[in-house]
C-alpha cells in the first residue's frame, strides 16, 4: 500500500516548501520605444503567451520576437503572469510596482501550485480514474471509483464530506488557505499509483482564484459603476437589473457575454455599456442583417445626443466600414469586406446574437474574430448563446476571455464529452455542465431569466396541439408514408441518411397544410385578436397568406425575402393597428430582432429541429411591454417527421438547462409522453434525426434550407 502522509506531516510551511514551484522562465519589463507602451523580454512560455494574447493593448514585433503592450494594461498584464507559478517578471523600472503579494496574499503562492497541478497529473499505469470537479462556487466534488486508500486520503482532508446519497465526496475551495491546507487532494493521491484523479481545470482555477484565497471581491459584490458621464435620459431609463448589467460590465472591463432572456433589454444594456466607454469609440455593432436598421433606431432613441450623421448602417461590401462614430454592419456583409478590414481596430464592439459566432469555421466567424481580437471592449449579445449543445459556446468565450481555454480540445475534453472516432475528436456532446455554468458566470457571463427579474412579466404557456392529417388525398398519404419507409431502411451514408429525413420533413409540411389553415380558421373564429403563426416552407407560409388573403383577413408577413428596412415598419403595422390581427412568419427569419407584444399567442405551424430558435421565436411576443399571460401552440401531427422532432428538441433543451441557458421545459407537457414512440422501429428513426441533426449543425442548417427552398420553388401538388 503507498505511504499517505499523515496529517502532522502536512503542515503548511513543510508542504508549501516542498512544492514550491521552481521557475523555468525569468524575464523583464522594460519601456517601449512608442511613448506609454512597455514591451516583455521573455523566452518562449506558452501559458505567458497565452496571457499576452489575452491582453487587449498586445502588440506583437516580429523584428524582435517580443510582444509590447500599452501602460494601462500593465497591472492586468504582471498580475495574469503572477499567476503562472514557473514565470517571473522583473517590473517595469519607475513604475508603481504591483505588487503580486499584496494583490493575493499567499495566494500566489497557492494559486501557482495550484496551476501546476493541471498538467502533468497523469499516471499510465492507473487502474482508477477520477476527476474533480466545482459544484458550487466554493466547493469541489471528487468523482472516483472505490479504493480505500483514496478513502484515507480523504478523511484527512480538514474540509471532506461525503454525500450519502450522489456518493462523492466534496470539499471547501476556500479552506485551503483557512486550515492552512497544502497540498490539494489531487497531490495527496499522487502517491497512490493505482489512482489518477484529473484536477480542475487551470480555467476554473484562474477565474475562482478568489474562493481559493478568500480575500478578493467575488463577482457578486459587483461595485457600482460611475455613469455619470452618460447622459441621464439613458441611465434613468434603465430598469434596476439592467443597471446590474451595466456594472456587471464596467467591472469586467467591458468584456462579457449578456445573455439574458429574449426581450429583457439587451439593446438598451448594450448601448449604455459602450456609452461608458465613449471616449473609446468609434463603435462597432455587428448584428444579423434583418436588424441593423432597429439598431440605427435603438442608438437615435436611448442617446438622442447623438447626432443621426454619426450612425453608420452599411448596407453594401463597398461601403465604408469606419465612416461614422457608431458604424452598424451585418455579420454576412462583414466578412464580404475583409479587405476593408485592416484599419485602425475597433476598441468597442457589439456582437448582438452572438451565438452567429458558434462555429468558428464559418465565413461570418473568420471575419469576426480578427475585430473580436483587436478591440479592447467586447459585448457580446444574446438570448440563446448556446443552441443545442456547450461546444456553440467555445468561440464566444474564446472573443470574452481568450486565456480561459486557449486550446478549443481542452475545452471540448471537458464540456463537450470529447471522444475520438474513426473520423477524428468529435465534440458534440456534453459534460460537468454545472461546472461550465458556473465558470461562465463567474468570468464572463451575465444571465437573468424573465422569471427573476420581471415578477409582473406574465407567464408562458405551452401546449402541443396534434393535428390530424387523416384528411390528405391517397397520393400524399402514400408519398409520407414511403418517405418514413425510406428513412427506416439502412443507409449507407450519413448524406443519404440526410436526404431521406429532408424528405420526410419535406413532405411533412405537404401533409399538414390543411390542418393548420383549419386550427388557424378555429383561432379566428373563436375570436383571437391577435397572433403569430410561425412556419418554415414557403410553401406553408404562401399557403397560409394566400388563404388569409382569400379570407381578408388583414395580416402581415415576415420571411428571408422582406427587406430589412420594411420589417420594422412590418412590425410597427401590426403593433398599432387593430384590425391587423395575424403576423405569418419564417421560423428562420422572424425569430430574432423583433417585438411583437401586442399578440399573446404564437402559434407554431411546423417545427424546427433547434430548440433555441422556437424558444428565440416564442419570446417576440414574452418580452417587456408584455401584459397578458402568453400561449404558445406547437400543432403536431402524428404520423409524420414531427413524432421524431418533438423528442429531439426536448433532449436538446434539457442539455441547455443544465448549463443554466434555458428556463424553458419542452418535456414538461403531458402531451408530450405520446410522443415517445413506443415502437422499436420508429425509435431507431428518432435516433437517426438525433445523429444527423446534432453533428455539424451549421452545415446541416444550411443544407434544409437550401432543401427546404428547392422543394418550395417546385410547383405545389394537389392538396386537395
Ligand atoms: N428600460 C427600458 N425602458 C423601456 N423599454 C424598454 C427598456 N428596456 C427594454 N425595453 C423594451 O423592451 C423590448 C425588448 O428589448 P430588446 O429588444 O432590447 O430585448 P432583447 O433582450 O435584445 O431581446 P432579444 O434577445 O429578443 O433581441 C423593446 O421593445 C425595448 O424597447
Same mark, same amino acid.
Given at each position: 500500500?503507498?505511504?499517505?502522509?499523515?496529517?502532522?506531516?502536512?503542515?503548511?510551511?513543510?508542504?508549501?516548501?516542498?512544492?514550491?514551484?521552481?521557475?523555468?522562465?525569468?524575464?523583464?519589463?522594460?519601456?517601449?520605444?512608442?511613448?506609454?507602451?512597455?514591451?516583455?523580454?521573455?523566452?518562449?512560455?506558452?501559458?505567458?503567451?497565452?496571457?499576452?494574447?489575452?491582453?487587449?493593448?498586445?502588440?506583437?514585433?516580429?523584428?524582435?520576437?517580443?510582444?509590447?503592450?500599452?501602460?494601462?494594461?500593465?497591472?492586468?498584464?504582471?498580475?495574469?503572469?503572477?499567476?503562472?507559478?514557473?514565470?517571473?517578471?522583473?517590473?517595469?523600472?519607475?513604475?508603481?510596482?504591483?505588487?503580486?503579494?499584496?494583490?493575493?496574499?499567499? @495566494?500566489? +503562492? !497557492?494559486?501557482?501550485?495550484?496551476?501546476? *497541478?493541471?498538467?502533468?497529473?497523469?499516471?499510465? $499505469?492507473? &487502474?482508477? /480514474?477520477?476527476?474533480?470537479?466545482?459544484?458550487?462556487?466554493?466547493?469541489?466534488?471528487?468523482?472516483?471509483?472505490?479504493?480505500?486508500?483514496?478513502?484515507?486520503?480523504?478523511?484527512?482532508?480538514p474540509?471532506?464530506?461525503?454525500?450519502?446519497?450522489?456518493?462523492?465526496?466534496?470539499?471547501?475551495?476556500?479552506?485551503?488557505?483557512?486550515?492552512?491546507?497544502?497540498?490539494?487532494?489531487?497531490?495527496?493521491?499522487?502517491?497512490?499509483?493505482?489512482?489518477?484523479?484529473?484536477?480542475?481545470?487551470?480555467?476554473v482555477?484562474?477565474?475562482?482564484?478568489?474562493?481559493?484565497?478568500?480575500t478578493?471581491?467575488?463577482?457578486?459584490?459587483?461595485?457600482?459603476?460611475?455613469l455619470?458621464?452618460?447622459?441621464?435620459?439613458?441611465?434613468?431609463?434603465?430598469?434596476?437589473?439592467?443597471?446590474?448589467?451595466? @456594472?456587471? +460590465? !464596467?467591472?469586467?472591463?467591458?468584456?462579457? *457575454?449578456?445573455?439574458?432572456?429574449?426581450?429583457? $433589454?439587451? &439593446?438598451? /444594456?448594450?448601448?449604455?455599456?459602450?456609452?461608458?466607454?465613449?471616449?473609446?469609440?468609434?463603435?462597432?455593432?455587428?448584428?444579423?442583417?434583418?436588424?441593423?436598421?432597429?439598431?440605427?433606431?435603438?442608438?437615435?432613441?436611448?442617446?438622442?445626443?447623438?447626432?443621426?450623421?454619426?450612425?453608420?448602417?452599411?448596407?453594401?461590401?463597398?461601403?465604408?466600414?469606419?465612416?461614422?462614430?457608431?458604424?452598424?454592419?451585418?455579420?454576412?456583409?462583414?466578412?464580404?469586406?475583409?479587405?476593408?478590414?485592416?484599419?485602425?481596430?475597433?476598441?468597442?464592439?457589439?456582437?448582438?446574437?452572438?451565438?452567429?459566432l458558434?462555429?468558428?469555421?464559418?465565413?461570418?466567424?473568420?471575419?469576426?474574430?480578427?475585430?473580436?481580437?483587436?478591440?479592447?471592449?467586447?459585448?457580446?449579445?444574446?438570448?440563446?448563446?448556446?443552441?443545442?449543445?456547450?461546444?456553440?459556446?467555445?468561440?464566444?468565450?474564446?472573443?470574452?476571455?481568450?486565456?480561459?481555454f486557449?486550446?478549443?480540445?481542452?475545452?471540448?475534453?471537458?464540456?463537450?464529452d470529447?471522444?475520438?472516432?474513426?473520423?477524428?475528436?468529435?465534440?458534440?456532446?456534453?459534460?460537468?455542465?454545472?461546472?461550465?455554468?458556473?465558470?461562465?458566470?463567474?468570468?464572463?457571463?451575465?444571465?437573468?431569466?424573465?422569471?427573476?427579474?420581471?415578477?409582473?412579466l406574465?407567464?408562458?404557456?405551452?401546449?402541443?396541439?396534434?393535428?390530424t392529417?387523416?384528411?390528405?388525398?391517397?397520393?400524399?398519404?402514400?408519398?409520407?408514408?414511403?418517405?418514413?419507409?425510406?428513412?427506416?431502411?439502412?443507409?449507407?451514408?450519413?448524406?443519404?441518411?440526410?436526404?431521406a429525413?429532408?424528405?420526410?420533413?419535406?413532405?411533412?409540411?405537404?401533409?399538414?397544410?390543411?390542418?393548420?389553415?383549419?386550427?388557424?380558421?378555429?383561432?379566428?373564429?373563436?375570436?383571437r385578436?391577435?397572433?403569430?403563426?410561425?412556419?418554415?416552407?414557403?410553401?406553408?407560409?404562401?399557403?397560409?397568406?394566400?388563404?388569409?388573403g382569400?379570407?381578408?383577413?388583414?395580416?402581415?408577413?415576415?420571411?428571408?425575402?422582406?427587406?430589412?428596412?420594411?420589417?420594422?415598419?412590418?412590425?410597427?403595422?401590426?403593433?398599432?393597428?387593430?384590425?391587423?390581427?395575424?403576423?405569418?412568419?419564417?421560423?428562420?427569419?422572424?425569430?430574432?430582432?423583433?417585438?411583437?407584444?401586442?399578440?399573446?399567442?404564437?402559434?407554431?405551424?411546423?417545427?424546427?429541429?433547434?430548440?433555441?430558435?422556437?424558444?428565440?421565436?416564442?419570446?417576440?411576443?414574452?418580452?417587456?411591454?408584455?401584459?397578458?399571460?402568453?400561449?404558445?401552440?406547437?400543432?403536431?401531427?402524428?404520423?409524420?417527421?414531427?413524432?421524431h422532432?418533438?423528442?429531439?428538441?426536448?433532449?436538446?433543451?434539457?442539455?441547455?438547462?443544465?448549463?443554466?441557458?434555458?428556463?424553458?421545459?419542452?418535456?414538461?407537457?403531458?402531451?408530450?409522453?405520446?410522443?415517445?414512440?413506443?415502437?422499436?422501429?420508429?425509435?431507431?428513426?428518432?435516433?437517426m434525426?438525433?445523429?444527423?441533426?446534432?453533428?455539424?449543425?451549421?452545415?446541416?442548417?444550411?443544407?434544409?434550407?437550401?432543401?427546404?427552398?428547392?422543394?418550395?420553388?417546385?410547383?405545389?401538388?394537389?392538396?386537395?
Amino acid at each position: 500500500m503507498a505511504q499517505l502522509p499523515s496529517r502532522a506531516s502536512t503542515s503548511t510551511s513543510n508542504a508549501v516548501a516542498a512544492k514550491k514551484p521552481s521557475i523555468s522562465v525569468r524575464g523583464r519589463c522594460v519601456p517601449h520605444t512608442e511613448d506609454s507602451r512597455f514591451r516583455v523580454e521573455v523566452g518562449y512560455h506558452a501559458e505567458l503567451i497565452a496571457v499576452f494574447k489575452s491582453i487587449a493593448s498586445k502588440n506583437y514585433d516580429p523584428a524582435t520576437k517580443m510582444w509590447n503592450f500599452s501602460l494601462e494594461d500593465y497591472q492586468q498584464l504582471m498580475e495574469e503572469a503572477a499567476s503562472i507559478a514557473s514565470v517571473s517578471l522583473r517590473p517595469l523600472e519607475g513604475m508603481e510596482v504591483v505588487d503580486v503579494a499584496s494583490c493575493r496574499p499567499s @495566494n500566489s +503562492a !497557492v494559486l501557482g501550485a495550484l496551476l501546476k *497541478l493541471c498538467s502533468g497529473w497523469q499516471k499510465p $499505469g492507473a &487502474t482508477l /480514474q477520477g476527476q474533480c470537479i466545482l459544484v458550487s462556487p466554493n466547493k469541489f466534488e471528487v468523482d472516483v471509483g472505490y479504493n480505500v486508500d483514496v478513502i484515507a486520503a480523504f478523511k484527512q482532508m480538514p474540509t471532506s464530506s461525503y454525500d450519502m446519497k450522489t456518493r462523492k465526496w466534496s470539499f471547501s475551495l476556500e479552506d485551503f488557505k483557512k486550515a492552512h491546507y497544502f497540498p490539494y487532494p489531487v497531490d495527496l493521491l499522487g502517491g497512490i499509483a493505482a489512482v489518477e484523479v484529473e484536477p480542475l481545470p487551470r480555467a476554473v482555477i484562474q477565474a475562482f482564484s478568489a474562493s481559493f484565497d478568500g480575500t478578493e471581491a467575488r463577482s457578486f459584490d459587483v461595485p457600482k459603476a460611475d455613469l455619470s458621464a452618460i447622459e441621464p435620459s439613458l441611465t434613468n431609463s434603465l430598469m434596476p437589473f439592467q443597471r446590474e448589467g451595466v @456594472n456587471f +460590465a !464596467v467591472f469586467k472591463q467591458g468584456r462579457l *457575454l449578456l445573455a439574458d432572456d429574449m426581450g429583457l $433589454g439587451k &439593446t438598451v /444594456q448594450a448601448i449604455c455599456i459602450a456609452a461608458y466607454y465613449r471616449n473609446e469609440w468609434p463603435l462597432l455593432v455587428v448584428a444579423p442583417s434583418s436588424v441593423r436598421f432597429t439598431w440605427a433606431e435603438a442608438f437615435r432613441r436611448w442617446l438622442p445626443s447623438l447626432s443621426p450623421d454619426c450612425i453608420n448602417v452599411v448596407v453594401k461590401a463597398k461601403d465604408n466600414l469606419r465612416s461614422g462614430l457608431v458604424n452598424i454592419v451585418s455579420y454576412d456583409l462583414l466578412s464580404r469586406m475583409d479587405k476593408q478590414q485592416p484599419g485602425d481596430p475597433f476598441n468597442v464592439l457589439i456582437m448582438d446574437e452572438s451565438h452567429f459566432l458558434k462555429n468558428i469555421k464559418t465565413a461570418r466567424c473568420k471575419a469576426a474574430l480578427p475585430l473580436l481580437k483587436a478591440a479592447k471592449r467586447v459585448i457580446l449579445l444574446s438570448g440563446t448563446p448556446a443552441m443545442s449543445r456547450p461546444c456553440e459556446l467555445y468561440t464566444q468565450i474564446l472573443a470574452v476571455r481568450p486565456n480561459l481555454f486557449p486550446r478549443y480540445h481542452d475545452f471540448g475534453m471537458r464540456y463537450c464529452d470529447a471522444k475520438q472516432t474513426n473520423w477524428g475528436w468529435d465534440y458534440s456532446g456534453s459534460s460537468n455542465l454545472g461546472e461550465l455554468k458556473l465558470l461562465l458566470e463567474e468570468s464572463l457571463m451575465l444571465r437573468r431569466l424573465k422569471s427573476e427579474v420581471l415578477s409582473q412579466l406574465p407567464a408562458k404557456q405551452r401546449k402541443v396541439v396534434t393535428v390530424t392529417i387523416d384528411g390528405i388525398c391517397a397520393r400524399m398519404k402514400a408519398a409520407l408514408s414511403a418517405a418514413a419507409k425510406e428513412l427506416s431502411k439502412e443507409h449507407r451514408n450519413k448524406t443519404e441518411e440526410k436526404e431521406a429525413l429532408l424528405i420526410f420533413y419535406n413532405r411533412t409540411s405537404e401533409a399538414k397544410l390543411q390542418a393548420i389553415m383549419e386550427y388557424i380558421t378555429d383561432m379566428l373564429e373563436c375570436g383571437r385578436e391577435k397572433f403569430l403563426v410561425f412556419a418554415h416552407h414557403k410553401l406553408v407560409l404562401d399557403h397560409i397568406s394566400c388563404e388569409l388573403g382569400k379570407k381578408n383577413v388583414p395580416f402581415i408577413r415576415i420571411d428571408g425575402a422582406t427587406p430589412s428596412l420594411e420589417r420594422q415598419q412590418l412590425c410597427d403595422k401590426f403593433q398599432n393597428s387593430a384590425k391587423t390581427c395575424v403576423a405569418v412568419l419564417s421560423i428562420t427569419a422572424a425569430n430574432m430582432g423583433i417585438t411583437l407584444h401586442s399578440a399573446d399567442l404564437v402559434i407554431f405551424a411546423e417545427l424546427f429541429w433547434n430548440p433555441g430558435v422556437l424558444i428565440q421565436a416564442e419570446d417576440r411576443v414574452h418580452r417587456i411591454g408584455q401584459t397578458k399571460s402568453v400561449n404558445i401552440h406547437y400543432l403536431v401531427a402524428k404520423g409524420t417527421a414531427d413524432d421524431h422532432l418533438w423528442p429531439m428538441i426536448q433532449g436538446k433543451m434539457n442539455v441547455l438547462q443544465q448549463v443554466g441557458l434555458s428556463e424553458s421545459n419542452f418535456s414538461d407537457n403531458a402531451v408530450s409522453a405520446s410522443f415517445h414512440s413506443k415502437d422499436p422501429k420508429q425509435r431507431s428513426i428518432m435516433e437517426m434525426f438525433q445523429r444527423s441533426f446534432t453533428a455539424e449543425d451549421d452545415m446541416d442548417e444550411a443544407m434544409l434550407l437550401e432543401a427546404a427552398d428547392d422543394w418550395d420553388n417546385a410547383p405545389p401538388e394537389d392538396t386537395s
